[in-house]
Nanobody, 123 residues
Framework: QVQLVESGGGLVQAGGSLRLSCAAS????????MGWFRQAPGEERKFVAA????????YYTDSVKGRFTISRETAKSTVYLQMNILKPEDTAVYYC????????????????WGQGTQVTVSS
């Protein structure tokens, strides 16, 4: 089992920055691919970014490319999502996810999830 706990969400003005953290416990996550998803009210959960187990590959949804950066610090079993130039449309609950087999943009294919952290961007 892998337990994931997100933190770092909050209220920020458009153009501002936030850094989300996802702390993992249980099994070591060094062998797990890690991802971030988000869910706005009334919408489905959507892929934001993912990083491979080795950290050598990263993937982003088009709307956040150039603004968000996913990274991992294996020694601390933590994954980060640095979010810059935030926009009101980035407002959502952000979830951290882990998966052993592969990365995917499909939420149902990820095995472990955190409880989420709210990000609100005001205009």
């Amino acid at each position: 089992q892998v337990q994931l706990v997100e933190s770092g969400g909050g209220l920020v003005q458009a153009g501002g920055s936030l850094r989300l953290s996802c702390a993992a416990s249980g099994r070591t996550i060094s062998s797990y691919h890690m991802g971030w998803f988000r869910q706005a009210p009334g919408e489905e959960r959507k892929f934001v970014a993912a990083i491979s187990a080795s950290g050598g590959s990263t993937y982003y949804t088009d709307s956040v490319k150039g603004r968000f950066t996913i990274s991992r610090e294996t020694a601390k079993s933590t994954v980060y999502l640095q979010m810059n130039i935030l926009k009101p449309e980035d407002t959502a609950v952000y979830y951290c996810a882990a998966n052993y087999v592969r990365m995917s943009t499909t939420p149902n294919l990820w095995s472990y999830w955190g409880q989420g952290t709210q990000v609100t961007v005001s205009s």
